[in-house]
């Protein structure tokens, strides 16, 4: 079941100051194997999951919850999802990977495939991607706004500084020994360490990458944080298995599959889309519709993707306690800091429970790199 028709205000602060009338990510850049883990999906589980493009919204539907509820404010992100949820039903797993772009399509065989997808959709959203063939025959998981600049990275700034073979290099990993000596030997030279402070400035980033409103509550430097985080995604874990980096690098995924692409996800997600929702409402006017409606309060897991990055330490305490209080004892809170730091304040201590024993160790293996912080909460 799905639909984008329950349009609410949106009364977020998020929504107040970002632009949220195109596809800003069209595929999600948050880990779904930390995730799945964080939240210990049981199969009577309802998750809330801020939708984005709907990557991770199936991975907790293939993990095995009663119910996903996929939110958005962007209608334009819902598109992404519902269509999604068409390939995943019309497509083969090889056939979905060649739509989204995951591995090299013709522009021709694109289409065609979409084609197939195109009785499955909404006449909204048939007319949201008709509108930009393009979008279609690119490969729909290179159609954002975020997408985009990582390809102006790859094509423009990473040739000034690393030729294909270097990067070929890199992404076939090795042990640990071998990829810290590959780092300071062959790839952190002072060009990358110029371009790259340069590229993932404050600015660039808010003219080129996210929206410049998501930058308010941001302190100090962007790039010097990012590339330390860079640094751990290319020594400490390996590049042979990390999506995000192989489609920043080469524009593709290739063997590299983020959780709900890969082939013995597949199937897992198609037998249980029925479960799966999509709804263009806030957090907020989802728990009241919720409450209004009777529902009675149960277990529900959460994933908050990284929206607090957007909002004031006020708000984001005045929404974990509407979590906290939509959920019974044992529900969990899962979200990402990028660049300013998020979490329960101490006025919530005696309803959520900081699980740092869980996130620790999981965020030293989150592939999405570019994150400072990963949150686990639970409620008391």
């Not at 819902?78 to 090299?104: D, F, I, K, T, W």
């Not at 990284?306 to 974990?320: G, K, P, Q, R, V």
Request: with cysteine.
């Amino acid at each position: 079941m799905g639909t984008n028709s329950d349009r609410q205000p949106l009364t977020t602060e998020a929504a107040t100051r970002a632009d949220f009338s195109r596809i800003r990510y069209a595929q999600v850049w948050e880990d779904a194997d930390i995730l799945v883990e964080a939240l210990d999906i049981q199969p009577t589980d309802t998750v809330v999951s801020i939708s984005s493009a709907g990557d991770n919204a199936l991975a907790l539907l293939g993990a095995g919850a009663e119910r996903v509820v996929a939110l958005d404010l962007n209608p334009s992100q819902l598109a992404c999802l519902e269509l999604r949820v068409a390939a995943y039903r019309e497509l083969s797993h090889a056939e979905l990977l060649v739509l989204m772009g995951s591995r090299p399509g013709a522009v021709a065989e694109r289409a065609a495939l979409y084609a197939r997808c195109r009785g499955r959709l909404s006449s909204a959203v048939r007319a949201f991607w008709d509108g930009q063939p393009e979008s279609v025959t690119g490969g729909t998981g290179a159609a954002g706004k975020f997408e985009n600049y990582f390809r102006l990275f790859r094509t423009r700034v990473l040739p000034l500084v690393h030729g294909r073979t270097t990067v070929e290099a890199l992404l076939r990993g090795g042990s640990l020994s071998e990829r810290e000596r590959f780092y300071e030997e062959c790839w952190n030279n002072w060009r990358w360490r110029l371009l790259f402070k340069v590229f993932f400035s404050r600015f660039m980033m808010g003219r080129l990458g996210r929206d410049p409103a998501f930058f308010k509550y941001v302190k100090g430097s962007v790039a010097d944080r990012i590339l330390e985080r860079t640094r751990h995604a290319l020594v400490a874990l390996n590049p042979a298995e990390n999506p995000y980096l192989h489609w920043i690098l080469t524009g593709i995924h290739g063997e590299a599959l983020p959780w709900a692409l890969r082939e013995e996800n597949f199937e897992k997600i198609r037998s249980r889309l029925d479960r799966l929702e999509w709804h263009e409402l806030t957090l907020e006017a989802f728990l009241e519709r919720e409450t209004a409606a009777g529902a009675s309060k149960r277990v529900l897991k959460f994933n908050l993707s990284d929206i607090f990055e957007y909002m004031s330490e006020e708000n984001t305490a005045a929404i974990l306690a509407s979590l906290a209080q939509a959920s019974a004892p044992g529900g969990r809170l899962a979200y990402w800091n990028m660049l300013a730091p998020r979490r329960r304040p101490e006025s919530l201590a005696e309803r959520l429970r900081s699980r740092e024993d869980l996130a620790r160790p999981l965020f030293a293996q989150d592939k999405a790199f570019f994150y400072s912080a990963f949150v686990v909460e639970e409620v008391l």
